[in-house]
């Protein structure tokens, strides 16, 4: 909701409570570790309220912790906030690998949904290094299916990824539209964390 100093207490108060121990019995109750997911939330959080450092310390704990665990979700998990991550700090590079990682994993180990989160900031990084049209495409493609699929959290972050390539493309007027229903979605889902 747009409350990242809370969210960033919330989050290190989760991990504070967090037991590695207790991982299996984690994974059982809610399918995905609640250390790795508050570890990985927090670096997302982090570099939104611009602590680059601190978030890419943050990510790399989380995902050492899921490459400890072997856990197919976990790692996926991991690679999808790090997408996440690598997009708001630009790193290209970065977001691409992590991208090509998360489809190769999450194909061999019949995971279907993390890969269209990672294509989403995979192709915003592509069209920001030089592959406007796949890059659209691919952010295109993706939006269609989660729509499909009723998945909209974080549509208005991947809206204004749309939109930023959209205007790489100098599609202004297409890149308008998708920031005004970036805007006009996250009025209705209560989603200000990237309203700004």
Avoid at 34 to 41: A, K, N, R, V
Avoid at 91 to 119: F, P, S, Y
Avoid at 124 to 146: H, P, S, Y
Wanted: charged share 20%; aromatic share 8%.
């Amino acid at each position: 909701i747009g409350e990242l100093t809370a969210a960033r207490e919330h989050l290190e108060r989760s991990v504070s409570f967090y037991d590695a121990d207790q991982h299996q019995t984690y994974r059982s109750l809610l399918r995905l570790d609640p250390g790795i997911y508050s570890l990985g939330q927090g670096a997302r959080v982090l570099c939104l309220l611009g602590y680059p450092d601190l978030a890419r310390q943050k990510f790399q704990k989380a995902s050492s912790l899921s490459q400890e665990t072997g856990d197919p979700r976990s790692i996926a998990f991991t690679q999808v906030v790090g997408t996440c991550v690598f997009t708001n700090l630009r790193e290209c590079e970065h977001v691409r690998k992590l991208m090509e990682d998360c489809i190769a994993h999450c194909t061999e180990h019949d995971i279907g949904d993390d890969q269209a989160w990672t294509c989403l900031w995979g192709g915003w990084a592509m069209a920001e290094q030089g592959a406007i049209t796949e890059g659209i495409a691919l952010i295109q493609k993706n939006l269609a299916t989660r729509r499909l699929l009723g998945a909209m959290i974080s549509h208005t972050e991947f809206l204004t990824l749309l939109a930023q390539a959209l205007g790489k493309a100098g599609r202004i007027e297409e890149g308008l539209a998708a920031l005004a229903e970036a805007m006009e979605l996250a009025s209705l889902m209560g989603e200000g964390y990237f309203r700004a």
